[in-house]
Structures are given as C-alpha cells and as structure tokens.
C-alpha cells in the first residue's frame, strides 16, 4: 500500500469530479439548504405567522423529552428562548450526520460504477496501482465533497444560529462539547463508512445509478437518530456522540480492512 | 539490448530511467503461454490458446469479433486471471500476485476503448496516468511532452478530451500506454472505426513505436493490411483457438490452396467451354462472367493449357493471369471457420464475416 499511488488516484477523481456539475452541485446544495435554509425557515416561521412552534405536533413531541437536566440549566430563560435552544443545539444535530452521506453519494456510487460507464475503468485496472491503494484512492476521493460540505454547513450553522440567538435572546449557543465532538469525531466516523459502504457497492455495481439506489440505505442510521430524538427515545449530548462515533469507527475500519481483503480487479465487472 | 536510441519517443521518454523497468528485460521471451482458458460465465472467450512472442517482434491477433483477442489482452495484461493454462509474460508468471504488479508496471496496454477522461485535458490524461506509474515531477513532466508530441497533439495539450475526435483520442490513448515506457505493448484495434486518414497517422505511430529496439507490440486487428504491414509474424484466432501461426508470407504459402486463374476472352461459347474443362491441369472451371473464366488449377502447366485449349477451341483470349493468394484470402477461409485444412479449398467465397456468428461449429477441422 502505498500513499502516494493512492492519492493519485484520488487527486484525479477529485479534478474530475470538480468539472462535474452532477458531483459538485449536491455538494454545495445540500449543506446550503440544512444549514441554512431550514433553521432559518423553522425560527423565523413562527415570527412571521404568529403561530407558536408547539402548535406543530413533532416539535412539541421533542420538546417535552427534554431532559430534566437541560430544562434547569435553560430555566432562567422565557419558553420562547428555551424552545429556540433546545430546537438548535439538538433537535437539527441529527441533519448534519446526513449531510456527508448525502453530498458524497454522487461520488462515491461515481468512484468505480462511474468509470465502468465511460468506459475507463479498463484502462486504470492495466496500471500498477494496487486494488488496495484504489480503493482508498477513491474513497479518499469521495470523502471530501462529504466532509467538506458537512463542515462547511456546521459552520454557516453555528453562524446562523448564533447571530439569530444574540439578536432575538442574547444567547450564543454553539458550539457546545458535544457539537465539537460530533464535527471532530463523529461526523469523519460516520462520512468514513457510508462512502466507503458506497464506494464497495460501486465496485460491484454496474451502474452509478445502481450504486447510488443501493447507497441510499447509508442515510438510515442518521434518519432514525432524528426520529428517535423527536420521540425522546435519546438525545444527542456528548456521551451519546462519543459512542456513536466509536461505533461508527468501529463499522469503518471492519468494512475497509474486509473491502481491502475482498477487493480485486480480478473478478470486479468490468463493464455495465 | 533494450535499445531505445533511435526511437521517435526518445526525446521525451529516455531521458528518464524507470526503475525496475530494465531489471530482467534479457529473461526469455517477452509471452509464453500455453493453454490459455477465458471464460465470461458460460461464454467460452478462449479455448485452450498457445502463444509465443520473442522479443523485439510485432505478433499480430487476428480474428473476427468475439474471437477473443480482448480476452487474451487481458489475461496477459494481468487484468483478468485464466480460468486454466500456464504463462509468463516478460519471464514473470502472471498467477503470482506479486509478479502481476510487476508485469504491468512494465506493460502498455491500448484497451480497444481507449477509456480517457473526457473532462481532463490531454496532458492531465497522460499526467495522471503516470503518476500511477510511480513517475512523478519534471521526470514526468518531460515524458507527457515528448509523447504528445510524438503523437502529434503538442497544440491541443489543454484542450478536453472530450472534444476530440476518435482519431485523436486513440492517438491519446496510444500515448497514454507509453507513459511508462514499456517493454512490451499491447494494441487492441487501435484503427478500428477510424476513418482512413487518422487509421494512416496511427499505423505511423505503430510503425515508430515497434522501430524501438527491444520493444514488443501485440498488436489485435481485423484489418489485413495493417497485419501484413506491421506484423513479423500473426495469429489467426476462431472462438477462441489458433487456426494458424506464422509470418504473412509463410500463411500465404501455407494455406495457399489451390492455384487459380482468370482468363477473359471475347466471346464464350459452349465448344470453348468444352476445351478448357478437359484442358490437363485444369481442375474446376466457373463461368465468372460473359466472358470471363475463374479456373483452379491442378499443376504448373495448368495456366497454359488451359489457354492453348481455348486458343484451338477459337476462342480469342484477352487476358490471362495467376491469381495469387494472400494473407486476406487466408483469413477469411480460417477466421470464418470454413475448412481450414492447407489446400484443397474452394474458391474464398463471401465477405468478411461470412459464415461467422451463430454457427457452432467450433474445431471444425480449424486445428491442425
Ligand atoms: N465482459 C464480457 N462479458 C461477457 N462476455 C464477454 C465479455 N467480453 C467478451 N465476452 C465474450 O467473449 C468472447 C470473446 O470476446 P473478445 O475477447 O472481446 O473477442 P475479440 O476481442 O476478438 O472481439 C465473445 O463471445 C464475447 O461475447
Ligand atoms: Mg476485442
């Protein structure tokens, strides 16, 4: 295995993929519309209808699973402020883990699927690359528009959530621990193993198309998260992040150390 | 013995010595294989193939569609394993997984799609490419422009391979498989659907490359004139077998078949006709024509008795003349499966592709 083949395989992905609109825009869309649009829609809706959030049955649902714990800590604050804290520091936290699953798809299911439809795939097989050093090639490749979205939405979050909570409560609340734990550790675990689940099921697909149907099952973890913690069945403090991000990294490394043993041109379709 | 003075690709690539590519390239042959079996699910690709080349030499593959020139490519450009057989290509065993990664390391291979990234520029193509190489740097960097200017796409460079045409991606993609300088190439169609112009810049190309000491090319075609022109020795496939082996002109003689003539003459008429089929050493007549005959011909003597037989007939001849084999009428009796046992053979019939497709008749007496 060696680091620098890899990258080359990943540097050309990555100048290839920059020059594809089909890769690009989820990458920029999605954080865009999570980060920014949705917490601004669900905040300043209220405001503009006069119809209080709790009117809304699921935000009410997860506003009573609050814990004790958080309720006291909030207490000096009006319900108004309280409401608007819990919805930003927990209820949206979930939506950032399905960020990397979601701007990274197109690449990933692209990484081999994708170069079995242009025909390419046949040419990078003939090279002295190893099996092991494109594999992670290409899921380095397709890590970056996942992690970078996910990064650059939790920091137009932060930004948004703060500006809106010092201007309307006189509260900044993020980051908190947890926040930092989920952008430092469990969102790279997480982005990790749903591009590399992707990128395996793109050496076995056909088509990209295929490969990103198969994909989508990536986004479920982060999908029953949300439902779970508007049920109040858990919730995201920075216990439950440290443990999700050691699973996730558990999943990971067991799902590329099996990818690299399993992977090889050999028996790989070669065309669609 | 690796002699690359001389070589159209010299300025850009020796400048640059490739580690580990000149190690060991004095061990034997450049291919040796034997009994090759390729199998894509039920579908037989190849069936129990030997083929030999030594160093420095052009093989040609010839064979029709699905003959399994592809498949051998693959196989000996360790992409697929075989299914049974034995080979070494540049004295490596390709079933020891170390010696595959070096094999390819010191290969070129031109896929039949050439499988460029239509997004990246030229020189990206190339670029990144021999990085997978190893290469790197302004070692790298002085290799991409000698190749494109090799292959005569220094002005397009920056340009996205996406708006070339076939003939320019091809030469791209022959390039690409040069990036490494390597000891042995394999080229899969490289003029097929190309129109005759830029199939005449790519046979220059080829011409070029295999002038290099020591490099061996493989080169699969359907096309005879190229075979003929660059090949020092070709093999005929069929579903997936060797009908023949040998230079051009050894194919020639070999499987030669009967001797034939055509001879025209002003008029024909039942008397004429009468004499030259009872001419000695005249074995068949066909009437081609109003006026014209096809003879195969038993002897040496053949031609002129059949003439003065005609001639005492009074028939006036206008034209009489040997019709000699050649490498196409070869082909196209072995290639297509008719009887390929050396003589004895009717008239070629058919264009290419006759007798091709769904028959089954594999073996046929195609072995020999
Ligand atoms: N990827 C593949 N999947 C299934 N069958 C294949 C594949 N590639 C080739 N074949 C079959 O294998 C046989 C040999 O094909 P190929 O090696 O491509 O021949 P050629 O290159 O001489 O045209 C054909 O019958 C072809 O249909
Ligand atoms: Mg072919």
Redesign the interface.
Known sequence: M?W??AL??C??DL??AA??RGALVPAVAVPVVLAVLLPLLIVYLPALTRIPLTTFNWVEIFYRHIPPGVRERLGGLGPEATEFYALAVYFFAPLFLLIPAAASTVAAADSFAGEKE?????????????DAELLWGKTLAALVPGLGAAWFAILAYTGVINAVGWTRYGLLPLPNLAWVLMAGLLLPAAAVFSVALTVVVSAKARTSRGAQQVAGVVVLPAVALLVMQSFGVVYLGWGLVLGLAAVFSGLAWLLLALAARTFR??NAVLYS | MYNKAGGCVREGVAAAADPGVSAGSAEGPAIEASGLVGRYGSTVALDGLDVHAERGEVLGLLGHNGAGKTTLV?IL?????PHAGEARVLGRDIRDPAAR??I??R?G?L?Q????????TAA?NLF??G????L?GPTLARRVDGLLELVGLQGVRRS?VGTFSGGMKKRL?IA?ALVNDPELVFLDEPTTNLDPEAAHAVHGHIVALAAQGGRTVVLCTHNLNEAERLCRRVVILRQGREVASGSPQELERRFRGARRAEITVRSLDEAALKAVRSAPGVAGVEVAGPKCLRLELAGEGGLPAAVAALVAAGAEVTRAVDVQPTLEDVYLRLASGGDAGPDGEPWPGGGPGSGWGGSAGRGGGGRR
């Open positions: 060696n620098r083949t080359a395989v540097g050309r100048r290839d020059r594809n242009r025909r390419t795939l046949e040419a990078l097989y003939y090279t002295p690359a190893s041109r050999e | 693959r450009g360790c992409l697929l394993l990664r070096e390819r390391r290969i291979v896929p799609d050439p499988g460029l990234y239509d997004r990246l990206e990144s490419h990085l997978l190489y190893g790197s996205q993609a690409r």
